[in-house]
């Protein structure tokens, strides 16, 4: 526990300082390209110092003034395969962002999408001393919340209080300066593969960049997704990338639960590639160019040339319809959304007042997606493109940024977590986290 507390504080209090230079970085590590935005911020006077357990909010403070992607190397399902590939593109991109901001960045903040999340809900009470809440009783009700063995080798990522409630009265955002004598609180804890974030910490290390913060993409893809009342009455976000799918379910503002599937839009290509034996550069082209999962009658008429350079004039002439195309894409992108509904269904998304659904991402935009995904996913779903955020790109506004876009959102006003309160150390949970987040430290 007190590696965990001590090395996300750490971190805190990096993102503090570089808020107070005024830049920070932003890292999406995906498996399709990697994407690097440099965010001014206002100045230290214009922050909100106190950021509260409420949601994010306050876009004004901040704006993009660089901003860049590469194609991601050495990435598989959201996860690093090859250290010296993934460095190289990281490098790549923060020196174009840099480049285009004109200005250095030393710290970072970064998201990434596999790891295998698994969410647990806890609960702790603790019976107030005083009459009045206090910001030690927020520390000490949260050290009372019982910590579940999410076992030895995975981390702790976030740790979120997602409702306080004072004797009788629940559903309380920020119980302090309320008076009462009894504390109750819900918290989120989403736990990953300790190896892989590792492998990351590593990376970021290697490029001479100080990490400032870390999250979950599909918690940031949520964030910059949905908007205010589907954050409020309840939602899932489904971002699908390139290498995998996040999951979140939103409710009262907070991340409630999140999920990964291990599949992504990179699979649709790489169907493509085998079933029409091409070269994947040349599924990919055919998939972005000619793709969907809606065949009509015009699209048996529809010839696409398949080209190529092998030298067998017979082979590089080869023609597909579009119907045949789309035979090929179909099942794969059926089979993510019916792993996506079933990560749901476990989840209890069918006991949530609003049953929205959002779909983000880049591996969203296959035109006919929305339908297929209304039969598969429910009644309400919806094609979700991220907040505008000042300064962005025209290019760097579509659902392939909705990560990038929710981890500024996250950078500028990040929920309090569990580190962000002086935990009294004779307080700490009996099952304590000892070794979570000791990796973190080692880093420092």
Known sequence: MTDLYKSQRAMRHMRKAAMQRGVVAILDVGTSKIACLVLKFDGPDKLREAEGVGPMAGQSSFKVIGAATTRSRGVRFGEISEMAETERAIRTAVQAAQK?????????????????????????????????????????VLAACDVPDIGPSREVL???PVNFALDHRTGLG????????RLACDMHLLS?????????????????????????????????????????????CIDMGGGSTGISIFMKKHMIYAD??????????????????????????????????????????????????????EKDRRQVSRTELIGIMRPRVEEILEEARARLDAAGFDHLPSQQIVLTGGASQIPGLDGLATRILGQRVRLGRP????????????????????????????????????????????RSLKRAFKWLKDNW
């Not at 920020?174 to 004598?181: H, L, M, V, Y």
């Not at 492998?199 to 910059?224: M, P, Q, T, W």
Request: glycine letters at 12%; charged letters at 20%.
């Open 100 to 140: 285009m901001a004109n200005v250095r960045v030393d710290h970072v903040i970064a998201c990434f999408s596999g790891a295998e999340p698994r969410s647990y809900g806890l609960a702790g009470e603790w019976e107030l001393q005083d009459s009045v809440v206090t910001e030690q009783d927020v520390a000490r």
């Open 174 to 181: 920020d119980p302090r300066g309320q008076i009462g004598n």
């Open 192 to 236: 990953i593969d300790g190896g892989v974030v590792q492998n990351l910490l590593y990376c970021i290390k290697r490029c001479d960049l100080e990490l400032a913060g870390l999250a979950s993409s599909a918690y940031v893809s949520g964030v910059s997704s949905l908007v205010e009342d589907e954050q409020e009455l309840g939602a899932a």
């Open 260 to 313: 990964s599937v291990r599949m992504g839009g990179d699979h649709v290509t790489s169907d493509i590639s085998k079933g029409l034996m091409v070269p994947v550069q040349v599924a990919e082209r055919i998939k972005t160019k000619h793709g969907g999962v809606v065949a009509t009658g015009m699209d048996d008429r529809e010839m696409i040339e398949l080209g190529g350079d092998s030298g067998d004039w």
């Open 158 to 160: 976030h740790a979120q």
């Open 387 to 430: 907040l505008r955020v000042l300064g962005l790109p025209q290019a760097a506004t579509g659902p392939a940024f909705s990560s990038a876009v929710g981890l500024c959102l996250f950078a500028a006003h990040p929920q309090d977590e569990w580190w962000d309160f002086d935990i009294p150390a004779e307080r700490y949970p009996a």
